[in-house]
């Protein structure tokens, strides 16, 4: 890290320093580091730097927080199942949204329908995140992180393959998460690099032609805590299904399934 300017804290910069930044242009998650080494070139402050934690930059601090996420949070959205990580999009994207998928397709030819099995559907996510964290002595006595997702869906599935069997999942669509920042004692904790995946899956066995379908309301809670030097994951929910009506020719089964990943 090199400083341009003297004053506004720089002067009391030294070896064992910690430095911390909020989310910037310049530093897109923030940082956290521990001055080693200070030198002066061409009149800059140059300081080499290494990773350091919360504890080393916390001495007492305690904090509690909760947000619901909304469509202004998704500064991008991906349909294809690929890392959108670098992507950049307008506004304007929603957690409600409809689909038509097709999920397997026996010749790779989207043109010949006999081999197909589709989906159709629409979604509602409302994704809540709480954390908690407690340091004190330079120690950490309480974290938790955990994610609540909350999803009300409408899925139908189309087949009009034979098959003795098939189960497959699909990413149908990734949304990408605005950083936002969270402060305890004064430090910046940056959240960042969030992403929310919608998975399309089905298992079941299928012959001739079916449709299936159903709505589902689910909320599902996962994460991971720290508490009396132990680490342990958070993983409840709850379900409520309503089928939709089924109708076949021949003799079928089939799951059609969303699953929402943090």
């Known amino acids: 890290l090199t400083f341009t300017t003297s004053g506004s804290g720089v002067d009391k910069i030294k070896v064992g320093s910690i430095l911390v930044s909020d989310v ?74 409809n689909y038509n998928k097709i999920i397997y397709d026996a010749d790779g030819n989207s043109s010949t329908t006999y081999d197909q099995i589709k989906f159709n559907g629409e979604m509602k ?13 330079s120690r950490v006595k309480k974290f938790v992180a955990k994610m609540a997702l ?28 605005n950083p936002f920042t969270i402060s305890i004692a004064g430090v910046p ?35 991971l805590s720290y508490e009396n030097n132990s680490w342990s994951t958070i993983n409840t929910q709850d379900n409520s299904f309503s089928s939709q009506p089924l109708t076949f020719e021949g003799a079928t089964r089939v799951e059609p399934w969303i699953q929402v990943r943090y």
């Open 24 to 97: 910037s242009t310049i530093a897109p998650i923030g940082f956290l580091r521990k001055v080693t080494g200070i030198t002066t070139v061409s009149g800059n402050k140059v300081c080499t730097t290494e990773q350091a934690s919360l504890t080393d930059a916390i001495v007492k601090g305690k904090v509690t927080y909760n947000r619901l996420f909304t469509d202004s949070d998704i500064i991008g959205e991906d349909s294809s199942g690929i890392d959108i990580s670098a992507q950049q999009r307008v506004q304007g994207l929603s957690f409600v949204f």
């Open 125 to 137: 996510i409302e994704p809540t995140f709480d954390f908690e964290l407690d340091i004190d002595g």
């Open 189 to 223: 904790i940056p959240i960042a690099k969030q992403w929310i995946a919608i998975v399309l899956g089905m298992d079941g066995s299928l012959a001739a032609r079916v449709t299936a379908g159903a709505q589902n309301i689910n909320t599902a809670i996962a994460g």
């Open 150 to 177: 909350k999803n009300t869906s409408k899925i139908s599935a189309e087949s009009k393959v034979i098959l003795a069997s098939l189960k497959r999942e699909i990413v149908l669509k990734t949304f990408h998460l």
